[in-house]
């Protein structure tokens, strides 16, 4: 079976403040892992993907299998960046499993 | 690009009754769309992943001839409550996928709020 947590519910910072949001995950196979991100009264959108080892809006997340962590990070928050935040791990057949997700909230 | 739509937006029906809600890829074809319910609050479950032209793959604890899923071309597929309850109350999400990767980025729909009465 496979599992994803996201042990925050809520994560308020200040503005400028470094931003690091948990996921942890439990899978027998190699995984594929996600994060994905809701703002206010929109759709759950793609922010990124492990594969792509790429930077989106400042965000990054490393896997480390070791500690069977996804976590997302970013250096200095930004008020845009408040939002709903989901962690997701890709098993067989591209089926998503999320987590609980992490609501964002950056103060000024 | 990569645009899921979903409809209706929000409905309110009567206990018993059956609801129909659709969703739609508009700029690709998605050889897979999934379906997720969402409780206020909680994450997405998933209920169940479509291929098209074949019949729907439903995860444990979904019953199938209560939710009624047919994916009938590459751009639609619909989802269909039927003798809808009060506990059927909930946000129903859509996401489509259509590449040819083992895994592809699935693109979401706005959702649907079910009101069942």
């Known amino acids: 079976a496979q599992r994803v947590t996201q042990p925050e519910k809520l994560l308020s910072v200040f503005k400028g403040a470094p931003v690091e949001l948990k996921c942890n995950y439990s899978?027998?196979?190699?995984?594929?892992l996600f994060w994905y991100v809701q703002y206010s009264r929109q759709r759950l959108q793609l922010l990124l993907r492990?594969?792509s080892r790429e930077s989106i809006k400042g965000f990054t997340a490393d896997l480390n299998k070791g500690e069977t962590s996804f976590h997302l990070k970013k250096p200095f928050a930004q008020e845009e960046d408040s939002a709903m935040y989901y962690c997701?791990?890709?098993?067989?057949?591209?089926?998503?499993?999320f987590g609980t997700g992490t609501q964002l909230k950056v103060e000024l | 690009g990569a645009v899921v739509s979903q409809h209706p937006s929000r409905v309110i029906c009567k206990s018993g009754t059956s609801v129909k809600i659709e969703c739609r890829s508009l700029?690709?074809?998605?050889?897979?769309m999934f379906w997720y319910r969402q409780f206020p609050k909680q994450s997405l479950m998933l209920m169940a992943t479509s291929n098209e032209g074949s019949k729907a793959t439903y995860e444990q604890g979904v019953e199938k001839d209560k939710f009624l899923i047919n994916h009938a071309s590459l751009t639609l597929s619909t989802l269909t409550v039927t003798s809808a309850h009060p506990e059927d109350s909930s946000f129903y999400i859509c996401?489509?996928?259509?590449?040819?990767?083992?895994?592809?980025?699935?693109?979401f729909g706005p959702g649907t709020r079910l009101t069942v009465l």
């Open positions: 996401s489509a996928s259509g590449g040819s990767g083992v895994t592809d980025t699935q693109y």
């Open positions: 899978y027998s196979g190699s995984p594929e």
């Open positions: 492990h594969i």
């Open positions: 997701a791990l890709a098993g067989g057949g591209n089926k998503l499993t």
């Open positions: 700029d690709f074809q998605a050889t897979t």
